[in-house]
């Protein structure tokens, strides 16, 4: 092993030790969905590319430590990625245990797929009985805890989370649509959710924009939520901050991994970023959403590991209007189409190639909120094209004039009229092809942990993974099924 010079002291007493992310400014700041950790996507060996530096900025390496002299600190978990999976396990981590635990990103909060997302905790469109039912419905008991415990403490969850009982409405057009959403609310209506079906006539009343014809219907569920993702963000990372005076808390930002410490009994000491050497003691949690594949490629390299993470980006867009004022929305929408985009699978340009190639297929689905700042949030779309996270204005353009088939009012005004009041966001969602996240043990390495591959149900399944994660860390009896998530499971 290449010698280290370190300077090693234990956990920091600051309240950060790396790069801070101002709240506000993160609450302000456009959103550019970027990650210095991003690169090929490949885990499986037999898979890898001949052009390796492609699309990385950022070679991982193992082992291979410079002999530079590197502030170190010891941490009994460390935790990679600071969307809202990682910090959620970092939270539960905190308030579960006596745990000390370190965060590290390649950039900030807020810079991957959960601030490009639409902030809701929806269950209309989700299917009783299926297997992720039981971890959604266990994350929408902890997010419901969340918001009460925070009210409280005398403080409004609208305020710090964004959080609204909204309820959903999933939406159809036609005969076809009014019968499969009927069999919808009635199999929400047994798995013990408040459901309804509202006619057309039903919803001139409740949401007058909304125009979808005589033969239209919606499955109404009125105990769904809506929150802001970029609020709740910040307000776990204050809640977060809270332990690291007493040495059990840090964050490493604008901080990409560089290079993993391993021993030779499958375990990983410690994570070295661009400016720290990182030792875990108990765990190390990998939760980098769609970069997870090249991360955990670069952690195996050169070991006896079979291990396929089949995670791939999704490029999703979200179209905002803000300050909107020619109508209001009184609950979250979104179309029955969007449950069939949200199932479809990658599709091989070559079966037999054994390449993992496919083909740039694009869809595009009604979804309209309005957060709590009035402003209009219009999707959705949904890409594999890889990393790439430019602005289509064709999809703009697509999502608009979808929107317009909804909502007529529309009709009356152009994009380019809105063109000082709109924003894009847009991410790159965790797919994967079995529609589950992986979220459990890594094989071979007993230390390291996977929670990845959520890909639009980040928010709604993060306390309900964290929770997971944390009972895995500690052996504590597991709350739900975790078998569906199993990495071994995933093929």
């Known amino acids: 092993m290449a010698s280290l010079s370190l300077s090693i002291s234990p956990n920091p007493h600051c309240l950060i030790n790396g790069t801070v992310f101002s709240h506000r400014r993160h609450l302000l700041r456009p959103f550019v969905a970027i990650s210095s950790l991003s690169g090929r996507h490949l885990l499986a060996k037999s898979s890898l590319s001949a052009s390796p530096e492609k699309n990385r900025k950022h070679k991982v390496a193992a082992v291979r430590m410079s002999s530079m002299s590197l502030a170190s600190s010891s941490y009994d978990v460390v935790v990679v990625g600071a969307g809202i999976i990682g910090l959620s396990i970092a939270r539960q981590l905190l308030i579960g245990s006596e745990l000390s635990v370190a965060v590290v990103d390649a950039a900030v909060p807020c810079s991957g797929a959960t601030g490009a997302g639409q902030g809701y905790i929806w269950m209309v469109h989700k299917v009783p009985g299926s297997e992720k039912w039981e971890l959604a419905m266990r994350s929408r008991e902890l997010w ?257 004039e979808r929107a317009r088939e909804f909502f007529p009012s529309l009709r009356e005004l152009s994009l380019t009229d809105l063109e000082k009041s709109r924003e894009v966001r847009v991410g790159l969602r965790p797919f994967m092809p079995d529609g589950k996240p992986m979220i459990g043990p890594v094989p071979g390495l007993s230390n390291v942990f996977l929670a990845a591959g959520h890909e639009g149900e980040g928010l709604t399944l993060a306390l309900g993974t964290a929770e997971m994660v944390a009972d895995m860390v500690l052996c504590n009896p597991s709350k739900v099924d975790k078998a569906p998530y199993a990495l071994q499971g995933h093929c």
């Not at 091989?348 to 700042?373: F, H, K, R, W």
């Open 144 to 400: 419901e805890k969340f918001a009460e415990d925070i009210k409280h403490q005398g403080m409004d969850p609208q305020e710090v989370l964004g959080w609204r009982k909204t309820g959903s409405l999933l939406v159809g057009k036609t005969s076809q649509d009014m019968a499969a959403l009927k069999g919808k609310v009635d199999r929400l209506s047994k798995a013990g959710l408040k459901a309804e079906l509202l006619s057309s006539i039903d919803l001139l009343e409740v949401e007058p924009a909304l125009v979808i014809g005589e033969e239209g219907c919606a499955a109404f569920l009125p105990d769904d939520y809506q929150l802001d993702a970029r609020r709740s963000v910040a307000y776990i990372e204050k809640e977060n901050r809270k332990y690291a005076p007493e040495g059990r808390y840090g964050e490493y930002y604008n901080q990409p991994v560089t290079g993993w410490l391993r021993s030779g009994a499958g375990k990983v000491e410690a994570v070295q970023t661009s400016k720290n050497l990182l030792y875990s003691k108990k765990a190390i949690v990998i939760a980098t959403g769609c970069w997870t594949g090249s991360l955990m490629q670069d952690l195996i390299r050169d070991l006896d590991i079979e291990l396929y993470v089949p995670v791939k980006p999704r490029k999703g867009h979200l179209l905002v209007i803000e300050n909107f004022n020619s109508f209001k929305l009184n609950h979250g929408l979104m179309e029955v189409g969007y449950i069939s985009h949200q199932d479809a699978t990658l599709q091989p340009n070559n079966l037999d190639s054994g390449v993992g190639q496919y083909s740039e297929t694009s869809s595009i689905s009604m979804t309209a909120t309005m957060d709590s700042l009035g402003n209009l949030v219009l999707g959705s779309s949904r890409q594999f094209v890889g990393f790439s996270t430019e602005i289509d204005e064709h999809i703009i353009n697509q999502i608009w």
